[in-house]
């Protein structure tokens, strides 16, 4: 099974999917639904009673729900119960919530929305362009960032073109292009901006997204020239790309006096957004 993981946005709340390239389905983490529909303090617990009366029951639906490695809240990949959008609009009907209807809604056009950029990849980043807009980023940012998402996409193909495999191979790409450019792995870069489960690409400052770009474009560069044939190869190359934003960086700080890799993340700009919107709104 092919698997793409995706987070999806429902009234600001995030849901947890897994898309199935080969079958054409979305899957979906039960109890983030769960979480939504019922406003529960643990929605965990809730599932595992739903589940254990809708078994008593009889229920085919709960009885062909499966499990799929997703994020959890501590950043690592857990075992999930999820079901596809057919299972997940017969479990819904078995809790009692306002919002049930609304939440069929959005499911549905999700469904349909993926079928549609699956025909017109273009629909793809119009649709994450929305997303970042609804979340606060400034136009400026999610222009880098869609920018970004362009270059790592390019990166991840070249990678492909050379047999390596998806996963393993590279998250260790990529943590040597991290590593040299930033002087920091993932895992690392992620713990300095307090991250757990959220993206890192979407806690950087436009800078630091300019300077992950640039050492991503590079890699993919030289690796075309190069051409590695064995993954050994490719990890020269993927630190040949971080050295030269690393040069890049060096430079910068040097003439600015300020770092480039900082703490800072998403939520802490989108706060400061705020608070300066809101006192311009209080003077006025």
Sequence with gaps: MKQQNAIQLF????????????????????????AILTESVDANAYWRKLKQRLKEEGNETVTNCHGLKMQAAD??????DVADTEQLFRLIQS??????????????????????????????????????????YSENWINQRLKSIEIRKELTDEWKKRGLKEGQQFATLTDIITKAWAGKTTKEYKVLKGLKKENLRDNMTNTELILNMLAEASTKDISQA??????????????????????????????????????LNAKAVLQQNKTAKNLGTKKK
């Design 11 to 34: 009234e600001d709340k995030k849901v947890r999917t897994l898309w199935d390239v080969e079958q054409e389905k979305w899957y979906i983490s039960i109890v983030d639904v769960i």
């Design 95 to 136: 809790i009692p919530s306002p919002k049930a209807e609304p939440f069929k809604l959005w499911l549905a056009q999700v469904a349909n929305e993926r079928l549609d950029e699956m025909q017109d990849p273009e629909l793809s980043i119009d649709r994450a362009l929305e997303q970042y807009m609804l979340l606060g």
């Design 75 to 80: 950043g690592k990949m857990r075992m999930t």
């Design 226 to 263: 190069v051409n590695p044939k064995t993954f050994a190869a490719s990890k020269k190359v993927a630190a040949q790309g971080g050295n030269v934003a690393k040069v890049a960086r060096k430079e910068l700080e040097a003439k600015t006096g300020k770092k480039v890799v900082t703490a």
